[in-house]
């Protein structure tokens, strides 16, 4: 009795004691899958589609309503009016066109226009009010032939269901030329139900092969075999006799095996069921992975968000691989394998931040298959993918960001895949010379006159090389660990320390001029702003280059708070502004949690709150930005339940802000990881205190061994900021403690083309290092002071610091004809300055990579400049460079002049060149235009040279603005040694 007393007691007091009664799991009160809005999206730029589809399935069988375009990379658009059919693979949220094959679109009469040029066809309008869709389900009414479509999905085949309105003309498009260029193509029938065929198409995948198996539930009205069609295998129609006007099914599997293959997926998985078994086996199987996450929260609004992102993080990557585990490797050879389930569409320089690892949480077992997926990638195509597509490598976006996918999935306790092929794999990648990584390897960055983006490839590899960093850690690879934790730390050799931002070197000189907020080629789809806080694996040594926590405070402050617009290069994927923080773009995902890394984790939780209630809508247009394979829902995901992984590859999760009562999530292992809000509201967004299984947490973070254990976080919320969090004890720490390295210096003032003489000043981003450096290979001196240079030379610098020395890096002064001078008369962009006025007579030449400083570049502008002679000369030619790179909207003028001058006021023109600009070219090309003066006297030369007037039309900017560049570089002149005076 005396026990039980006791025991009791206890019990009362421990009860007593806490402030709230024991969490328990969240509940859901109603279906997870009514509360998924595919068409989220579907508008503005978020570039997702509302068709049928499974987890991670194969086949994405959706509505298409736009043939090309930007916004049409999904193949619909939610502010168009027509529909063209129904096609069964889909991107979600790229910001490239592919996919979009098979299509079929039932009509009432044979017709094979789709109707996209304003004559009849088959497409057919329709309304928002007659069209639904849900998590493997889609339905919608053709209002032109008054015909209602159905469609449902399993993994690698679907059902298509044509409710026709008489029994009459029931007739089928199938249409294998529907978008993307068409290579080779098949239309095969095999019986009076049965059509088999493949489609090979070149789009953003050069070569991409898919196969089809389809199965009418009604016979055709016409023995195409019998009465000996002509088909095109481009095209064909099909007519039903279906008396008793019942609905047409088609079922269709689809691989890119074979023929067999297709036929195969669809009798495995569909097979003799009927429709309605089908759509309520995948809403079946989509309530069980919607379940991973439960949520409690009374607004309904939030709700709609949270199950609409968590649904876009799980459609893609998409299964690559047939029921009898066969695919088709990057070798584009057939392989086997059951071991592993294979995958395709690997968006990785979005999804590495925060897609994968929710992955590593709520998908550890398909987590392995990726691995697994992206290590067959390297054995079939010799290197990790960077963005494949449909057994290609497409070779979009940079970075090498298969390699921090695999470490943070190693590094949180994934296994089932081979640790030391997959080391392997991330060390081949990282050691290529390819996109800068020669210069990287060599200089630890790389100079903007080697490569594009070159800022945001140095930052992004440097970020890489840490993961590589970590994983040889674990593995014990000491001499690795020490090698990929110095190339970890060559973010230092971008940084300019007077700007404090994240700076392209130009031949050891700081790209100039220099506006943080222009969009150039320094950077991917971004500004220096938008760049310039990524170093998530040192976040300790950038504030120490930046000289304190108070100093990233101001930064963030400034960035958040800056004009909300940019200037450069019109760049569309820069959305969702907040200031210059872009959440519409990956760059910027992190960064409004760095304030947890200054001991200010209250302005963490205002950014985020803000973002999440503003940025993220229930509306089609509800997505800031490109969905991006899921990485914007992902951070919305993990945001919302309030903790993100700043820097996949560590252990930490930062915490921001809740934005639901409760959340769970279920974890494979069987446990649950639980997080509570007390007293959360709109105005209750600060974070009072927390506790985390019981005890108060004071550190603004958790880790993965947190969640995966399983547990409960507790937040107990206020209205004001609190202290919590904000002691240096407290913070997130992300440092690179060992193996320090020197950055190297850099020119400060220095013309690298001058005239008479410049001044030399040599600084290091690092205070108190040594610079050394030599003039044409003589003896290293250490700089004191600035020197002067008044002949062409050869610079050569090096830093050091505690007997660890930087890279040597060397530059070639010119020296530019003190006689001559020139006068532009049309303004360059400063973007492509090229280095200022003097560019086209300074005797740097540019390659064929319009993105290396060397260019100077002028949109929708002729080209006019005088050059001075300085006196009255002899002069025998006059050449002038054009650049042509028609993707990138470069063309060759129309026409080149030369005039000249002795007076600068009576021009005598001295030849004239036509070019014919708009021939179409996939090739980059350097034209020189050179002018035979026949030794005239001038002390003046003008060149004009004319632009198009708009681009052609088969140009994919002649429905946008339809404007052109010039690319013009060195004009050179060879005239008399001596003058006429």
């Not at 100039?512 to 971004?526: G, I, L, R, S, W």
Request: charge should be negative.
């Amino acid at each position: 009795m005396k026990s039980f007393f006791l025991a009791f007691t206890a019990l009362f007091l421990l009860i007593g004691c806490s402030d709230h009664p024991k969490t328990t799991p969240a509940k859901k009160d109603k279906s997870l899958v009514s509360l998924v809005n595919p068409f989220i999206g579907t508008g503005g730029h978020g570039h997702t589609y509302p068709g049928a589809t499974m987890p991670f399935g194969m086949m994405q069988l959706s509505p298409d309503t736009r043939l090309d375009g930007w916004d049409g990379a999904s193949g619909y658009h939610y502010s168009d009016e027509y529909i063209y059919g129904f096609s069964h693979t889909h991107l979600s949220g790229t910001g490239v066109n592919d996919y979009c094959d098979i299509l079929l679109m039932p009509t009432n009469e044979v017709v094979f226009n789709n109707g996209s040029d304003g004559k009849k066809g088959y497409r057919s309008k329709f309304s928002h009010d007659n069209e639904k869709a849900e998590p493997g389900y889609y339905q919608v009414h053709l209002e032109d032939t008054d015909i209602n479509v159905e469609l449902t999905v399993s993994e690698r085949s679907g059902v298509h269901k044509y409710q026709f309105p008489t029994a009459k003309n029931q007739i089928i498009v199938l249409d294998l030329e529907h978008r993307d260029q068409l290579l080779a193509s098949k239309i095969k029938q095999t019986s009076r139900t049965e059509i088999t065929g493949y489609r090979h198409s070149k789009a953003w995948a050069s070569n991409q092969k898919l196969f089809y198996y389809i199965k009418f539930s009604h016979p055709m009205s016409v023995d195409l075999i019998a009465r000996k069609q002509k088909l095109t295998h481009k095209k064909a129609v099909f007519q039903f006799d279906n008396p008793k006007n019942e609905p047409v099914y088609v079922k269709i599997g689809i691989s890119a095996v074979d023929e067999e293959g297709a036929r195969k997926n669809l009798e495995a998985e569909i097979g003799d069921k009927a429709f309605d078994e089908v759509k309520e086996k995948a809403q079946t199987v989509w309530e069980n992975q919607l379940e991973k996450i439960i949520i409690e929260t009374e607004n309904q609004e939030h709700k709609i968000n949270f199950y609409t992102a968590l649904y876009h993080t799980m459609i893609v990557p998409n299964l690559y691989q047939d029921v009898d585990g066969r695919y088709r490797g990057m070798d584009m050879k057939i392989h086997t394998t059951k071991d592993f389930q294979y995958y395709t569409v690997f968006s990785l320089w979005d999804t590495y931040r925060a897609a994968h690892p929710l992955y590593t949480i709520i998908e550890r077992k398909r987590t392995s298959d990726f691995v697994n997926t992206l290590l067959a990638k390297y054995d079939e195509g010799g290197i990790l993918p960077m963005w494949d597509l449909s057994a290609n490598y497409t070779g979009t976006m940079i970075g090498y960001h298969a390699v921090p996918v695999i470490a943070d999935a190693y590094l949180k306790g994934i296994k089932g895949f081979d640790a030391e092929k997959a080391f392997k794999a991330m060390k081949h990648s990282a050691n290529q010379n390819h996109l800068g990584l020669q210069s990287y390897k060599e200089l630890g960055f790389i100079p903007v006159e080697e490569e594009g983006e070159s800022v945001s490839k140095t930052l992004e590899y440097a970020y890489d090389d840490w993961t590589i960093a970590k994983m040889a850690h674990a593995l014990e690879k000491v001499d690795d660990y020490e090698i990929f934790m110095k190339r970890a730390q060559n973010y230092k050799n971008v940084f300019d320390p007077e700007t404090k931002f994240m700076r392209g070197r130009y031949k050891n000189t700081w790209f100039a001029p220099f506006d943080p907020y222009e969009v150039n080629f320094n950077y991917t789809e971004a500004n220096a702003w938008q760049y310039s806080f990524y170093v998530p694996q040192d976040v300790s040594g950038h504030i120490e280059l930046l000289g304190g926590k108070e100093v990233l405070e101001a930064q963030l402050d400034s960035l958040f708070s800056a004009n909300a617009s940019t200037s450069g290069r019109d760049m569309v994927d820069i959305t969702g502004l907040i200031g210059q923080y872009a959440h519409g773009n990956e760059p910027s995902h992190h960064m409004a949690y760095l304030y947890n890394f200054v001991n200010k984790p209250h302005k963490t939780q205002e950014k985020v709150h803000q973002i999440l209630t503003e940025l993220y809508k229930n509306e089609p247009d509800g997505i800031a930005g490109n969905e991006d394979c899921g990485q914007m829902s992902a951070w919305y995901v993990f945001s919302s339940m309030g903790f993100y992984p700043v820097t996949p590859g560590s252990n930490q999760y930062i915490i921001g802000t809740p934005l639901f009562d409760k959340a769970t999530i279920n974890l494979e292992n069987g446990k649950n990881f639980t997080i509570k809000a007390f007293d959360l509201s709109d105005e209750n967004k600060y974070i009072d205190y927390v506790r985390l299984n019981g005890s108060k947490l004071r550190n603004s973070y958790i880790s993965s061994k947190d969640i995966l254990s399983g547990g409960i976080l507790e937040f107990y919320m206020t209205d004001s900021p609190s202290d919590w969090g904000s002691d240096d004890d407290d913070a997130p720490t992300t440092s690179i403690d060992y193996f320090k390295i020197v950055p190297a210096p850099f020119i400060a003032k220095g013309e690298i083309a001058f005239k008479g003489e410049t001044e030399v000043v040599l600084e290091n981003a690092q205070k108190e290092t040594a610079i050394f450096y030599t003039l044409n290979d003589s003896i290293y001196l250490k700089y004191e002071e600035p020197f002067i240079i008044s002949e062409p030379s050869t610079l050569k610098v090096y830093s050091e610091k505690d007997d660890e020395r930087s890279a040597t890096i060397a530059t070639d002064f010119h020296k530019i004809d003190p006689n001559r001078a020139i006068e532009l008369k049309t303004n360059y962009a400063t973007q492509y300055s090229a280095g200022g006025t003097n560019a086209l007579i300074d005797g740097l030449r540019g390659s064929k990579d319009f993105r290396g400083g060397a260019w100077q570049g002028y949109e929708d502008k002729d080209v006019i400049a005088v050059i001075d002679l300085g006196e009255e000369q002899i002069v025998q030619s006059v050449s002038v460079n054009f650049l042509q790179d028609q993707r990138s909207f470069i063309f060759y003028p129309t026409e080149v002049l030369c005039y000249i001058s002795t007076d600068n006021q009576n021009y005598q023109l001295a030849g004239k060149q036509s070019i014919n600009a708009v021939k179409r070219s996939e090739e980059v090309k350097i034209k020189t235009n050179t002018f035979d003066l026949k030794d005239k006297n001038a002390k003046y030369v003008k060149v004009v040279a004319k632009k198009l007037d708009r681009l052609p039309r088969w140009h994919a900017g002649y429905e946008d603005k339809g404007k052109s560049w010039i690319f013009v570089d060195e004009i050179g002149i060879q005239s008399s040694v001596d003058s006429l005076q």
